[in-house]
């Protein structure tokens, strides 16, 4: 199963960008696709994270300006990214698992599928 990610790029603050994932080789409709980030030097951080039934889950920091989804079909998840500021750069990986338990939904390890990472530069 293979993850690409798709859609970073530079914008300016209180701009938007949307990142894509697509998965090839297999599904995640059962599962969670999530996004993660990670800036240099730091540890990679949980951004949000998207279950089967839905049910989406967001980091304090991005809460209430970006929206994750998913299109089972197309076997996708989407970053709306609204409202970026400086502390939103960072590169962006999409996970994804079939199986992710509430206590592990922010841990980097418990997603066993990574994307290759998208850059995103927010300039102030």
């Known amino acids: 199963v293979q993850l690409q990610a798709s859609g970073g790029g530079l914008v300016q603050a209180g701009g938007s960008l949307r990142l894509s994932c697509a998965a090839s080789?297999?599904?995640?409709?059962?599962?969670?696709m999530g996004w993660f980030r990670q800036e240099p030097g730091k540890e990679r951080q949980f951004v949000a994270v998207?279950?089967?039934?839905?049910?989406?889950y967001y980091s304090d920091s991005v809460k209430g300006r970006f929206t994750i989804s998913r299109d089972k079909a197309k076997n996708t998840v989407s970053l709306q990214m609204n409202s970026l500021n400086a502390e939103d750069t960072a590169v962006y990986y999409c996970?994804?698992?079939?199986?992710?338990?509430?206590?592990?939904?922010?841990?980097?390890?418990?997603?066993?599928?990574w994307g290759q990472g998208t850059q995103v530069t927010v300039s102030s």
């Open positions: 996970a994804a698992d079939q199986r992710i338990i509430m206590s592990s939904l922010r841990t980097p390890a418990a997603y066993d599928y």
């Open positions: 080789g297999g599904s995640f409709n059962n599962g969670a």
């Open positions: 998207i279950f089967r039934n839905g049910y989406a």
